[in-house]
Nanobody, 128 residues
């Protein structure tokens, strides 16, 4: 059974850090483009950070550049999203998604929302 499972969500004060993990089961994430998306309260889902199948290319939306870092750990079949200097506007449900090809660019991955595999989501709350 193909499955993506997010972990590492939680509540943190502004300025704090969290690391989200997306672990795949039933398939090998290597060579898959992976994206982290979020849905903030009252807003549409947006692509936050994405990485291509090789791991060499990444993209992050402007609002998180310099604060969020996406990385792959192929040995653990996992992709991480390190989130630092968190702000209240980062609050939302974070989803990971996977698209199985090596030509999808990180920018396209984050903007097209066409990945066939999605996790169930992890809540991130940033509040004082």
């Amino acid at each position: 059974q193909v499955q993506l499972v997010e972990s590492g969500g939680g509540s943190v004060q502004p300025g704090g850090s969290l690391r989200l993990s997306c672990t795949a089961s039933g398939f090998n994430l290597e060579n898959y483009a992976i994206g982290w998306f979020r849905r903030a309260p009252g807003k549409e889902r947006e692509g936050v950070s994405c990485i291509d199948g090789s791991g060499a290319g990444t993209y992050s939306t402007d609002s998180v550049k310099g604060r969020f870092t996406i990385s792959r750990d192929n040995a653990k079949n996992t992709v991480h999203l390190q989130m630092d200097s968190l702000k209240p506007e980062d609050t939302g449900v974070y989803y990971c998604a996977a698209k199985g090809d090596v030509i999808t660019t990180p920018y396209y991955m984050c903007h097209a929302h066409t990945a066939p595999f999605w996790g169930q989501g992890a809540q991130v709350t940033v509040s004082s």
